[in-house]
Nanobody, 124 residues
């Protein structure tokens, strides 16, 4: 079973930045696309960003385009989400997940398991 451990969240003022990390216990990490999702209080979980298994392709939700950057470190089996120019509406618990195809990450939030997530709170 895949284990995902997210970290790096915190409380920041609007306009601030954070770097979120997700370490995945996947033996074949280099063959999986990775994605970030978030869930705000009282709202459905939503897609944020994804990166292909090669690391060459990325895809972002319109709400974060130009402010968030996803990247991956194959040796560390870690995917990162650099979040800049944060807004109060970015407040949520951020999660990562993995899938063989990037299209799966961009097309659904229904996965068998999730990590504990990392809380991002943006004050105005």
């Amino acid at each position: 079973q895949v284990q995902l451990i997210e970290s790096g969240g915190g409380l920041v003022q609007a306009g601030g930045s954070l770097r979120l990390s997700c370490t995945a216990s996947i033996r074949t990490f280099s063959t999986y696309a990775m994605g970030w999702f978030r869930q705000a209080p009282g709202k459905e979980r939503e897609f944020v960003a994804a990166i292909s298994w090669t690391g060459d392709s990325t895809y972002y939700a319109d709400s974060v385009k130009g402010r968030f950057t996803i990247s991956r470190d194959f040796a560390a089996k870690t995917v990162y989400l650099q979040v800049n120019s944060l807004k109060p509406e970015d407040t949520a618990v951020y999660y990562c997940n993995a899938a063989p195809a990037m299209a799966t990450l961009t097309g659904t939030t229904k996965f068998d398991s999730w990590g504990q997530g990392t809380q991002v709170t943006v004050s105005s």
